[in-house]
């Protein structure tokens, strides 16, 4: 599994890269500080992944629920 960081716009939809959205589109699991605001993107752009929050509230849970995905454990929603 790889890890991608790709900055998403903020305002307008459209001033996304093609590279961010090609990336979006073929991985497995998008952690997003704010899923209200990633998950407008997303549907704007009909991108279906699973969608994980993470900011400073919950950072140590999310990386659990991350590491247990990868070790093939139960996800964390």
Known sequence: MKLYLI?????????I????LEVLKSIDIILAEDT???????????IQKPLWSYHQHNEHKALQGLV?????????P
Do not use: M
């Not at 890269?17 to 961010?20: D, E, K, N």
């Open 68 to 76: 247990a995905e990868l070790h093939g454990g139960k996800p964390w």
């Open 36 to 46: 209200r605001t990633s998950k407008v993107l997303l549907q704007h752009y009909q």
């Open 17 to 20: 890269t093609l590279r961010a």
């Open 7 to 15: 900055p998403t716009p903020i305002g307008n939809l459209a001033d």
